[in-house]
């Protein structure tokens, strides 16, 4: 058995990524195709989410059980609140649902899916941060006059554990208006899985410069990962262009700053495809005096986020997508890889299809006794181990070290494998 490891964006090679002559694998196994690849635990798993379903709203219950049956999570993970209808929930009746919420979900439930649109709120929190980091006041800022609030431990956290690791639980909102649309959500969630996409992404400076103050993200994220996306800058703070991406194909990702984004419909976008506006109000959800979050999910977009409380244009109170990118193409979920890319999230709502992973797991392909690995997975700075096994549970032999030196598209080539089990662990 020999392993050759290759590195290609985009589909070119670019060069070796291991060595060519690694120790032969363990005796007594035969040539053929393997039966099984274990990666590195890159995200939370279906069965560590909780869901929330608010008895107070109808299409909740029908959109939990929709959920539960498409990602295949444990019953015993679905609670039931009656959180009421109103916008506004009180701090003082949340803390009730809290104590509900953390009796029942204990340590094992990592993140948590809410299926009602109501409340938005709790008191000077958006309700999606209320549920995940419990309700504080350090969440909130103290104005008027516009401040900042605590940040969160989860920013561009490597934990794949927030709760166990840091006592949050990321919490996304499964917003739909409809059940048809909250189907067509969580389908294209399940469709996105383990795709490892190509699709196009744009970053939009646009002539709002209130609501465009995180440019200097939108270039670093675009300068930095441009080539392996095909992510584009459009910078119209001047003027004489246009402010909207319209009439485009294969939309991934959509980052811009405006109140009220047209022509997002006119788009076709990628299952698990990410895009926000950097306004005040997109979070309130269905509604606001604003373009709402819900607008990008009804377009065809998997996730978004938006502030539901005043948040004035810190740009750490929105996504950076220079932290989001890199998070959700290494192989988190969307509600991980967003989380991680709002410092202070207090004030904001997230909303989508949480478990939704394009870059999840790998691809694997067996011909003329040449077995292909593509995967995101294996980041950089780190060494990996590849160990192979004749069963699932070993004994584990070491076969070869691999690392890399920048997250893209890995593509792992094993010459002649021993049929069995392989997996890669940080070495």
């Not at 959180?83 to 009730?96: E, K």
């Not at 990321?170 to 190509?198: F, K, N, Y």
């Not at 995180?214 to 119209?236: C, H, I, K, M």
Request: aromatic share 8%; hydrophobic share 40%; with cysteine.
């Amino acid at each position: 058995m020999r392993v050759r490891c290759s590195l290609f964006v985009a589909g070119v090679l670019l060069g070796l990524g291991c060595p060519a002559d690694p120790d032969p694998g363990p005796q007594g196994l035969q040539p053929g195709e393997p039966l099984g690849l274990e990666l590195p635990r890159r995200s939370i798993s279906a069965d560590e989410v909780g869901v929330i379903v608010n008895t107070d709203d109808p299409l909740s219950a029908l959109i939990a059980e929709t959920y539960l049956l498409a990602r295949q999570i444990p019953a015993k993970n679905r609670i039931e609140l009656a959180l009421g209808t109103a916008p506004n929930l009180d701090r003082v009746s949340f803390a009730a649902h809290q104590a509900v919420i953390d009796a029942a979900f204990g340590d094992r439930i990592q993140a948590i899916a809410l299926t009602s649109m109501t409340p938005q709120t709790v008191d000077c929190m958006a309700v999606s941060a209320a549920v995940a980091l419990g309700f504080d006041e350090r969440w909130c800022q103290p104005g008027p006059p516009c401040n900042t609030t605590d940040l969160a431990d989860t920013y561009d956290s490597d934990t794949t554990a927030p709760f166990t690791d840091l006592g949050i639980r990321p919490t996304m909102i499964l917003a739909a208006a409809t059940l048809q649309d909250a189907q067509d959500l969580i389908a294209r969630g399940v469709a996105a899985d383990g795709t490892l996409p190509t699709g196009r992404g744009f970053a939009v400076r646009t002539t709002d410069s209130a609501r465009s103050t995180r440019w200097e993200e939108l270039l670093g994220a675009v300068q930095t990962w441009g080539e392996v996306l095909d992510l584009t800058y459009v910078d119209n703070s001047g003027g004489g262009g246009s402010d909207l991406i319209e009439d485009e194909d294969d939309l991934l990702f959509y980052f811009t700053g405006l109140t009220e984004v047209a022509g997002i419909a006119s788009n076709t976008w990628r299952p698990g495809a990410v895009a926000d506006h950097l306004t005040s109000l997109g979070g309130q959800v269905p509604t606001s005096s604003q373009m709402s979050v819900l607008a990008w999910l009804q377009a065809g977009a998997t996730a978004s986020y938006g502030t539901a409380i005043e948040p004035c244009n810190y740009p750490s109170k929105f996504p950076d997508p220079e932290v989001l990118i890199p998070h959700y193409l290494g192989g988190n979920t969307v509600v991980e890889a967003y989380w991680k890319s709002v410092w202070m999230p207090g004030e904001g709502n997230f909303v989508g299809e949480p478990l939704a992973r394009p870059w999840g797991g790998a691809q694997t392909r067996y011909e003329s006794g040449l077995w292909t690995i593509t995967t995101t997975n294996l980041v950089p700075d780190q060494r990996y181990a590849l160990e192979v096994a004749a069963t699932p549970d070993g004994p584990w032999e070491h076969v070869e070290r691999i690392e890399f030196e920048t997250l893209d598209l890995q593509v792992i080539e094993v010459l002649d494998p021993a049929a069995g089990w392989y997996r890669f662990i940080e070495d």
